[in-house]
């Protein structure tokens, strides 16, 4: 498959605690993605490192990039019962977008 | 404010149909994107274009097809339905590289019975 790996499958976390989800690919890449998803709706975008950059801070969001290890990881700090979802890593590929299989997060109140 | 649209929501239908889901967005995008979305598999690329008359094939397009006559609309025909054709169909939109940030339909459960 061309799909990266995403680790942990499901996480489950008190509100308040932090997330850390990460995904790892094996070719080389333009840039990463993660997104979110909600129970039955589409995906949301969330944040976009070029593979040029280390590190992306958006809100409570950070995301890092490893080329070298070919791996990201997404940190969700001080996480609330509204961050639960699924989130996916998305690479960049032949000018499209690779999916990961997606972590679970389920962030109780 | 600009969105995608995805129509029917649910299908149910039956093996050997023809069945197409539309996909509408007003963004005004080049690009536009099929996924389906199975437990286990995440998301899979099924065709894509880039513009007015191109299309292209993606990882499992096998057994389905697209057509792109205006910048708004993308529909996805399965020409014979099969069981394993049952999904969650995704449609995309992105102004850009075929890499930069997608804007998602709600998606349509298709069931093939």
């Known amino acids: 498959s061309q799909q990266g790996e995403e680790d942990p499958q499901a996480l489950s976390i008190q509100e308040g605690e932090n997330a850390t989800m990460n995904c790892s690919y094996k070719t080389s890449i333009n840039n990463l993605q993660w997104y979110r998803q909600n129970s039955g709706r589409g995906l949301v975008h969330l944040i976009l490192?070029?593979?040029?950059?280390r590190e992306k801070h958006s809100g409570r969001l950070r995301v890092t990039l490893d080329t070298s290890k070919k791996s990201s990881s997404l940190l969700i700090t001080a996480s609330r019962a509204a961050d639960t979802a699924s989130y996916f890593c998305a690479r960049s590929q032949g000018g499209k977008l690779i999916f990961g299989q997606g972590t679970e997060l389920s962030v109780k109140p | 404010d600009a969105e995608i649209t995805q129509s029917p929501r649910h299908k149910i239908t039956e093996t050997g149909r023809q069945v197409t889901l539309a996909c509408h967005q007003t963004?005004?995008?080049?690009?536009m994107f099929w996924y389906r979305q199975d437990l286990g598999h995440g998301l899979r690329l099924i065709h894509y274009?880039?513009?007015?008359?191109?299309?292209n094939k993606g990882e499992v397009s096998d057994g389905y097809s697209v057509s792109r006559s205006n910048t708004e609309d993308l529909p996805l025909t399965l020409e014979s339905a099969a069981s394993s054709q049952t999904s969650v169909y995704f449609c995309?939109?992105?102004?850009?590289?075929?890499?930069?940030?997608?804007?998602f339909g709600n998606g349509t459960r298709l069931t093939v019975t």
């Open positions: 995309a939109s992105s102004p850009g590289p075929g890499d930069s940030p997608l804007h």
């Open positions: 274009s880039y513009g007015v008359q191109d299309t």
């Open positions: 963004w005004n995008h080049n690009n």
């Open positions: 490192i070029r593979s040029n950059e």
